[in-house]
């Protein structure tokens, strides 16, 4: 009958064991679907900006957001942060009627690091850049700075809960 016992013991122990190590692979596998999901975020975000489509734009942001820029401007709520692309959108237009036409700005992100805190909260922060074309095939860079980002999970998808935009020059 011990020898039962001791057999059981050990099945339920390897058991146990096995179902440990899946856990963690799960959570492992989790965690780099969160990162690549934040990845993707951040280039919607790019993606939104550089080509005015305030709809994507404000969609990576969540419905109470907060986005902080240089100079103590601040945007709350998804409505206000959408309104920052219908702006650029109307000046662009006011511009170009005016035999102005405004250069495409490029946004460059670079250095990422992104930390999946629990299964709802990051953080992400990276460098940013905006470049724009000149004559001569040249690029000038007109902004150089950082983002800091706190980042929530909500119904499945990531979003910006609050942004800052640093400023490497003051």
Same mark, same amino acid.
């Given at each position: 009958?011990?020898?039962?016992?001791?057999?059981?013991?050990?099945?339920?122990?390897?058991?146990?064991?096995?179902?440990?190590?899946?856990?963690?692979?799960?959570a492992?596998?989790q965690?780099l679907?969160?990162r690549?999901e934040?990845?993707a975020?951040?280039t919607?975000?790019?993606?939104?900006?550089?080509?005015?489509?305030?709809d994507?734009?404000a969609s990576v942001?969540?419905?109470?957001?907060?986005?902080?820029l240089p100079?103590? /401007?601040? =945007?709350? +709520? %998804?409505?206000? #942060?959408?309104?920052?692309?219908?702006?650029?959108?109307e000046g662009?237009?006011r511009?170009?009627?005016?035999?102005?036409?405004?250069?495409?700005?490029?946004?460059?992100?670079a250095?990422?690091?992104?930390?999946?805190?629990?299964?709802?909260?990051?953080?992400?922060?990276s460098?940013?850049q905006?470049?724009?074309?000149?004559?001569?095939?040249?690029?000038?860079?007109?902004f150089?700075?950082?983002?800091e980002d706190?980042? /929530?999970? =909500?119904? +499945? %998808?990531?979003? #910006?809960?609050?942004?800052?935009?640093?400023?490497?020059?003051?």
């Amino acid at each position: 009958m011990r020898t039962r016992e001791l057999e059981f013991a050990g099945i339920v122990g390897f058991a146990l064991a096995v179902s440990s190590q899946a856990t963690a692979d799960e959570a492992a596998v989790q965690k780099l679907l969160d990162r690549a999901e934040i990845e993707a975020l951040v280039t919607r975000y790019v993606t939104g900006l550089d080509t005015l489509d305030a709809d994507l734009y404000a969609s990576v942001f969540a419905e109470n957001a907060v986005f902080e820029l240089p100079g103590g /401007v601040v =945007h709350r +709520g %998804r409505a206000a #942060i959408r309104k920052i692309v219908m702006d650029l959108q109307e000046g662009r237009a006011r511009n170009q009627a005016a035999g102005t036409p405004s250069p495409s700005l490029y946004h460059v992100m670079a250095n990422t690091s992104i930390e999946v805190i629990d299964a709802t909260n990051a953080r992400h922060q990276s460098y940013a850049q905006t470049v724009r074309a000149a004559e001569g095939g040249q690029f000038i860079v007109g902004f150089m700075g950082r983002y800091e980002d706190v980042l /929530v999970k =909500h119904a +499945g %998808r990531w979003y #910006i809960q609050s942004r800052k935009l640093v400023s490497f020059v003051q």
